[in-house]
């Protein structure tokens, strides 16, 4: 098997010395790097079972996180997917063809684990369906409701739980500016993405900010308009 790495890693290093990233299809390319996705979380969970971990004297998520330079919460995903690709063979089969991408089977791991046995194939068959036509982010709401339907209690409770974690923070800087942080709940969140989105459009050629910069720019007018008419007590100035 290590020749057979040594092949690949070959092959990585001839494509990144003669492809011309001017030609190279960014779909194929990602597509490729998420089929290596899907073999790393299988390889690192044969590595956890074998106990690789403990002669670390780490947790699995710890020992992944400093084997394969992630966070600890990318170390818990990939050990997820590991997990439950034996047990979905249709989403595991599709990752390797690469018909849909690595987040969409992500997502679909983890609602296999939060449902367990309630999890079937007739439910895997479904949500591989919409992977294959839906964005990650809908496929979440997919997943989202599919929970639901299975699970109410749990739903509710988490739905309870992520609320509770809510926070945002607005702080002055010295030079004038302000630094903005937080989490928010699901429905929060998704309304204010979309309010920005709206607002954050690329307005061609003219228009070069990044894409930081225009998230920026969308909520200052969207505070703006709320002022102006009325809805806000208070003004902006600049």
Not at 44 to 57: F, I, K, V, Y
Not at 168 to 190: C, N, R, W, Y
Not at 196 to 216: C, I, K, T, V
Request: negative net charge; aromatic residues 4%; contains cysteine.
């Amino acid at each position: 098997m290590s020749d057979e790495l040594g092949k690949l890693e070959s092959a990585v290093s001839d494509f990144q010395l003669a492809a011309d990233c001017e030609e190279i299809d960014p779909k194929r390319l990602s597509s490729v790097v998420d089929r290596l996705q899907g073999e790393l979380c299988k390889v690192l969970e044969r590595a956890r079972r074998r106990g690789d971990h403990q002669l670390a004297r780490l947790t699995p998520a710890s020992w992944v996180a400093r084997t394969c330079g992630l966070s600890r919460r990318s170390a818990g995903d990939r050990l997820c997917v590991g997990r439950q690709l034996e047990s979905l063979p249709q989403v595991g089969d599709a990752l390797a063809r690469g018909d849909i991408g690595y987040q969409s089977a992500s997502v679909i791991a983890h609602l296999s684990e939060e449902l367990g046995e309630k999890f079937d194939a007739e439910r895997e068959g479904e949500m591989l369906a919409y992977a294959q036509i839906f964005s990650v982010e809908h496929l979440r709401l997919c997943c989202r409701h599919a929970l639901h339907v299975a699970d109410p209690e749990r739903f509710d409770k988490d739905c309870e739980e992520d609320f509770e974690r809510r926070w945002l923070e607005v702080s002055p800087m010295l030079d004038g500016m302000h630094s903005v942080d937080g989490i928010l709940d699901p429905v929060t969140g998704s309304a204010f993405r979309a309010a920005l989105d709206s607002l954050a459009e690329w307005r061609g050629p003219e228009d070069n900010r990044n894409h930081g910069q225009r998230m920026a720019d969308a909520l200052g007018e969207l505070l703006k308009r709320h002022l102006d008419e009325g809805r806000l007590s208070g003004r902006i100035s600049r």
